[in-house]
């Protein structure tokens, strides 16, 4: 699922391989002959442990999390019952201002984005901290793992070193694409995971119908 995470104002709805723009309110239609979640074109970021990548099993939940004092960089992401643990990449924004998403590989596939250039990190006091993940046609990627399997009331991990922040999914959103959700972009709300997939209908080549995102809230501990 390589579209596009939601733009504020105005989103594009880009291709990969044939670069097709359309102007979308609060989101970019994924892009890609493979689509994923967020891009038109696979991001060039550094990778950290591609064969570390596991495929999605139960995970057995800890019994504690983490009290966090400070912001810290997001590394991998678990989630009971969709992956084990999923690493994360940090792709540079395009020239369009739109979050880079993982690469087109069968690694690419099982991580997730995080888009450092909206400034907020896991453990910061407020915004929200946006992840994105590719969906494929076939069904095989982690977007269609969380469309499945990541409801509300589901705990999400985030890892980063020593340390791991346990968050409570708050919402599901599932939003036209052509209409979008500005939302996804807010930096002075409460802290907050926004993870985004595509979803609905595969319309074409790198186009999807819909978009889903799930918000999170921090746990206390």
Not at 6 to 20: K, Q
Not at 46 to 71: F, S, Y
Request: aromatic share 6%.
């Amino acid at each position: 699922m390589l579209g596009r995470p939601l733009v504020a104002s105005v989103s594009v709805v880009l291709a990969v391989g044939l670069a097709t723009v359309v102007s979308l309110l609060g989101l970019a239609a994924p892009a890609g002959e493979r689509d994923t979640t967020i891009a038109a074109r696979p991001a060039v970021g550094r990778i950290t442990g591609v064969r570390q990548v596991e495929r999605p099993t139960t995970l057995h939940p800890r019994k504690t999390c983490d009290r966090v004092a400070h912001e810290f960089r997001p590394r991998a992401v678990s989630i009971p019952g969709v992956t084990r643990r999923s690493w994360i990449v940090t792709p540079p924004r395009d020239a369009n201002g739109i979050p880079g998403v993982p690469p087109l590989t069968d690694a690419g596939k099982w991580l997730f984005a995080w888009d450092r250039a909206q400034g907020t990190r896991p453990g910061d006091p407020a915004g929200n901290v946006l992840l994105n993940a590719h969906t494929w046609p076939d069904g095989s990627a982690l977007g269609n793992r969380l469309l499945a399997g990541l409801r509300r009331g589901d705990r999400v991990v985030v890892h980063g070193g020593r340390v791991r922040l346990c968050y409570r999914v708050t919402e599901r959103v599932e939003v036209l694409a052509v209409r979008g959700l500005p939302r996804y972009y807010t930096k002075d709300g409460p802290p907050q995971l926004a993870i985004l997939v595509c979803s609905g209908r595969r319309l074409g080549p790198g186009m999807w119908e819909k978009r889903t995102v799930w918000f999170a809230a921090p746990l206390k501990v």
